[in-house]
């Protein structure tokens, strides 16, 4: 019996190995989780405020708000579109544009956002998200100086406007 060798069973450090193993795993999961929660969000927040951007233009409200004081009636709009997009990871820029200021005529507004979160994992439109509206024109009021107002000038490698922007 001098030649049995006999094992204890022991298991010191298994776990450690397999936490070792499993967590690069667990982190790109957990941290892919949030940073695409994060797009979802500014996603649904882009296209809520053009939403709101247009139904504001489109009755004509004109009127400043804090800190959309500067330019045309337009440039407003995009302004007041801009603060109600929210992004929370990325810039917003914003573009109005109305063929023709008449009763049921389309007001376009159109946003591009561009997320800022870390790149762990390859996110659609490589970080750009884009909404656009269009409604009808409501009121019969003076047009506008000009028919196109914008919000921020798009940083070299942005996506350009599609058509109807």
Same mark, same amino acid.
């Given at each position: ?78 302004? /007041? *579109?801009?603060?109600?997009?929210? =992004? #929370? &990871? !990325? +810039? ?6 109305? @063929? ?38 409501? /009121? *019969?009021?003076?047009?506008?100086? =000009? #028919? &196109? !107002? +914008? ?6 490698? @942005? ?7």
């Amino acid at each position: 019996m001098a030649g049995i060798v006999h094992r204890t069973g022991r298991e010191d450090g298994a776990a450690a190995v397999e936490f070792a193993l499993i967590m690069p795993i667990l982190f790109l999961v957990v941290f892919g989780i949030l940073q695409y929660g994060l797009w979802f969000n500014d996603s649904l927040n882009t296209r809520q405020g053009v939403r709101e951007g247009a139904r504001i233009g489109v009755v004509a409200d004109f009127s400043t708000e804090t800190g959309c004081t500067s330019g045309g009636e337009l440039d407003k709009l995009a302004c /007041k *579109t801009k603060n109600r997009i929210d =992004a #929370l &990871t !990325g +810039t917003a820029y914003v573009k109005v544009n109305a @063929a023709s200021w008449t009763k049921a005529q389309p007001l376009t507004v159109c946003a591009l956002v561009r997320t800022e979160t870390p790149g762990l994992l390859p996110m659609p439109s490589d970080g750009w998200i884009f909404s656009k509206t269009q409604m009808s024109i409501e /009121k *019969t009021t003076a047009p506008p100086a =000009a #028919l &196109t !107002g +914008t919000y921020g000038t798009l940083p070299a490698g @942005a996506p350009a406007w599609p058509s109807g922007c």
